[in-house]
């Protein structure tokens, strides 16, 4: 396939930028021309299709087609928004949430405009270019604040940069994990490479290296134990890493302690503080069990329904933090309503593992939707059977300072 490679884009004239769209800017004239009064004009919508250099943009008057497209670097994007508010104009934007960050959002909004980001999905059917998504992007925009559809493309919410430092731990750790898991692969892979089937697990770790380099000396394998040292070496590096990451975030973990079900965990409880960012953010329960991707497909009409496997359209981290935290649950607090739903299932050994994976789906759904009542103050851990993380001791002289201090 033939691809092509953008230009970097060079910063254009403040007085110029406007001007690069005629069309654009003899349709405004007309109008100002019309309603002098800015409060009569339709707003103007704008979708932008972000890329590394800059942004496509596709402007629309109103409801009316889009009246142009334009490729402008972030700095003269934020000019032609100035420039178009300066003239009296309302200007609403609508961008994707890409791997760019949120700043060049901030700075549309700081330049007067109104911005809305949306999650990332296919616009454009088959045929995909940077302008049809931004036609697509402008329509979207056109839907909420000229048609006053609130449900017009799916909106992300935007963290704030404390919020993202705060989430950065959890998803660094998650990736450092990810990079230690390939180290020891690779490691294995040259084990069997040399017809080595005993591979044992973490064969890098403190206790099991020395004896398993110990049988690569006797076997006459003192090659592959050189090679072997030496990822070992990367992999250590890797594990330290993760373990002092693991102290940074159990400092995180929510307090009082008697407010975290026991099993949940003090780096699934910061993991999942930084993810949620704002627990008030759910107005009812579908939209919490929504956020976390468990809910299923469908596909029906007329009287059929078709249920399918579940959407995903939600937060992976979480579903997957949480789906591990269910079986630690299923140990700790068994009594929990959701286990007396599933629990049967979860715990029968020789069931099908298909069902199992079903059930624990359900189980993380409903889990999330729990922990959603219990930050938002709806409910207590006794009141949906869940017994409280028990008091360490450093919790119990903290809560002894704190009732000292009072007095």
Not at 197 to 217: D, I, Q, S, V, Y
Not at 250 to 265: C, F, N, R, V
């Amino acid at each position: 396939m033939k691809t092509y490679q953008l230009k970097p884009f060079t910063q254009t004239p403040r007085a110029t930028v406007i001007e690069r769209m005629p069309s654009l800017l003899r349709r405004l004239c007309v109008l100002e021309k019309l309603h002098t009064d800015s409060a009569q004009r339709a707003p103007i919508c704008i979708g932008g299709d972000l890329e590394k250099a800059g942004a496509c943009l596709a402007i629309q008057v109103g409801a009316e087609s889009v009246a142009g497209t334009i490729t402008l670097s972030r700095a003269d994007v934020v000019v032609l928004v100035e420039d178009i508010i300066v003239r009296g104009w309302r200007v609403a934007v609508g961008v994707e949430a890409c791997g760019f960050g949120w700043r060049f959002q901030a700075q549309l909004r700081e330049a007067g405009a109104e911005v809305f980001t949306f999650a990332t999905e296919a616009l454009t059917g088959k045929r995909k270019t940077n302008q049809r998504d931004a036609a697509a992007l402008a329509r979207l925009v056109a839907g909420r604040v000229v048609h006053g559809d609130e449900k017009s493309g799916r909106i992300v919410r935007e963290p704030s940069p404390e919020e993202q430092q705060r989430r950065f731990l959890t998803r660094h750790r998650a990736q450092l994990i990810g990079h230690r898991g390939r180290i020891e692969g690779q490691g294995r892979g040259l084990i069997y490479d040399h017809g080595i089937e005993a591979a044992p697990e973490c064969w890098w770790g403190r206790k099991t290296w020395p004896r398993f380099a110990e049988l690569l000396t006797r076997s006459g394998h003192a090659w592959l134990r050189d090679a072997l040292e030496k990822m070992r070496e990367h992999a250590l590096y890797v594990h330290d890493q993760i373990l002092a990451l693991d102290d940074a975030i159990a400092t995180l973990a929510p307090k009082p302690a008697a407010q975290q079900p026991h099993g949940l965990g003090d780096l699934t409880a910061a993991m999942l503080d930084g993810e949620v960012m704002d627990w008030h953010r759910f107005k009812n329960r579908k939209q919490a069990g929504s956020f976390v991707g468990c809910s299923p497909s469908e596909h029906s009409t007329g009287e059929g329904q078709v249920l399918g496997n579940i959407d995903r359209q939600g937060n992976r981290r979480i579903r997957s933090a949480l789906l591990e935290a269910i079986w630690r649950m299923l140990r700790w607090n068994p009594q929990w309503r959701g286990f007396a739903k599933h629990g049967d299932i979860l715990r029968d050994k020789r069931g099908s593992s298909v069902r199992k994976k079903k059930a624990a789906i359900a189980c993380v759904r409903l889990l999330f939707i729990d922990l959603w009542r219990l930050n938002t103050g709806r409910t207590t851990l006794e009141a949906i059977g869940l017994k409280p993380k028990p008091a360490r001791e450093d919790d119990s002289l903290a809560a002894i300072e704190a009732v000292a201090m009072a007095a």
